[in-house]
């Protein structure tokens, strides 16, 4: 129970198949809540339905399949709320993807459950670090990252929305 005597539910991850439905349901979750910031910021507009789906087929699901990559999805209790992908861009470096928590789980530690469960999957994958990029708007991840120990590195690829990187050392 919490403090306010209400119960609090677990949360469980597991490694899904990117083209599952729960999977995929997370994954326009999260392309539309990123293309929408993104537009709201540099077009005063939300993102339309055409934009999402070019979004979504424009991110390769395959990237996160193993052998060398995995989707992990988060449940919070019953309900499916989150997803981390992690991919090896090279046999002692993976990368964290599309990590994403619905907005109604939120502040329940759904987000540290997934990065946490991301690095030990790196681990697993024989990953000594682990990078991402995000913008510079998405402060809340950012603020995850440097919580977790991510310490900002340079630039280890070209995108137009990759702002800032970061990277972290594994055990």
Do not use: N
Not at 14 to 34: I, K, W
Not at 56 to 63: E, H, K, Q, S, W
Not at 102 to 127: F, I, N, P
Request: proline share 5%; with cysteine.
């Amino acid at each position: 129970m919490s403090d306010t005597g209400t119960l609090r539910l677990p949360w469980a991850v597991s490694v899904e198949p990117p083209g599952s439905p729960d999977a995929m349901a997370l994954l326009r979750d999260y392309y539309t809540e990123v293309a929408d910031r993104y537009f709201a910021l540099h077009e005063g507009r939300r993102s339309t339905p055409e934009e999402i789906d070019e979004g979504v087929a424009a991110y390769p699901a395959g990237d996160l399949a193993p052998p060398d990559g995995l989707l992990l999805v988060a449940r919070h209790g019953a309900v499916v709320a989150g997803c981390a992908g992690v991919r090896l861009l090279d046999a002692r470096t993976a990368e964290l993807k599309q990590m994403y928590v619905r907005t109604a789980q939120r502040g329940s530690g759904g987000a540290s459950t997934l990065l946490t469960a991301a690095e030990r999957a790196a681990v697993r994958m024989g990953a000594e670090r682990i990078r991402l990029d995000t913008r510079l708007d998405l402060v809340e991840a950012i603020a995850l990252y440097r919580r977790h120990g991510f310490v900002e590195i340079d630039p280890y690829h070209q995108d137009r929305y990759a702002e800032i990187f970061f990277e972290k050392r594994l055990e």
